[in-house]
């Protein structure tokens, strides 16, 4: 059943909890299949039996037998053990296990009409404060604060998400404007980004995107990288709010995070200096 999704566009999972998440698709769709084509079936029933043609004279009393009340609560039934059963305890396990800061790699990212803003905490690890005030569309979208504590070294991307694989991944994700949607197919993960809240997102990658991309082949998704799509209309260029997801070895995304600093260093021009183990900022220091 699996197999016959994908090939009508389920993409292949990558994150510890794409097979549990598939397999409640695949038992909806065949209680779908079952009620579509029971009630199917017993449309075509009634509409025979009850013809015009056939019932010369109105019955007032109707149908006296019970078989569509037990075939409703049966699908009632069906439902509660698939609700309970199968959506509660994923959905539990989303909302309450939330991995601490300290222990996954902490992003966040920031949706805007019409991008994604993705803020990483540098080398420190702590995120610096962002302010109204200081957003900038051109230099600043996420108004971050380089003057605040823990600010100087963050950084940040413009719909371009880096996540190293086998990691736990937590994403506390906001909106600047409106209603939108963080989705990413292929690790499963769909979750809307509401103006005022702060909604931690966590998965982890069980594949890199090299690695993604030779399962791909033969496939129409053969060639295409990893996509971050907004799954909420949220606008006149909704159609294009569309970023790119990169899974590394954990080696290639800490060579990524210095790049990075390097790069803002650059852009700084100021001095940094030496850090705690008397080197400037580089591998060790991710």
Known sequence: MIDLLRYFGLPVGISTVSGRIDEIIVIVHYLMLVLFVGWGAFFIYSLIKF??????????????????????????????????????????????????????EHLRVVAQQYAWNIHYPGADGQFGDTRAELVDEQDNPIGLDRSSEFGA????????????????????????????????????????????????????????????????????????????????????????????????????????LAEQAEYLEEESGDDWGDDEDGDDWGDDDW
Request: net charge negative; hydrophobic share 40%; glycine share 6%.
């Open 153 to 256: 070294d963050d950084f940040y991307t413009i719909n371009q998400l880096h996540i190293p694989v086998d990691k736990k991944i937590r994403v506390d994700l906001s909106s600047k404007d409106v209603i939108h949607n963080f989705k990413l197919p292929e690790l499963r993960v769909s979750q809307d980004a509401i103006p005022g809240m702060n909604i931690p997102v966590h998965f982890t990658a069980t594949s890199t995107s090299e690695e993604f991309l030779k399962t791909a082949i033969g496939t129409k998704r053969e060639g295409k990288s990893l996509e971050i799509a907004c799954a909420q209309l949220c606008g006149l260029g909704h159609y294009r709010m569309k970023g790119y997801l990169t899974i590394h070895e954990e080696e290639d995304y800490v060579a990524w």
């Open 51 to 104: 013809r015009a043609s056939k019932n010369k004279k109105a019955n007032y009393h109707g149908v006296e037998s019970h078989y569509s009340s037990i075939a409703e609560g049966a699908v009632a039934i069906i439902e509660i053990a698939i609700l309970f059963g199968f959506a509660f305890p994923i959905w539990a396990e989303r909302v309450n296990e939330v991995p601490d800061p300290r222990d996954s």
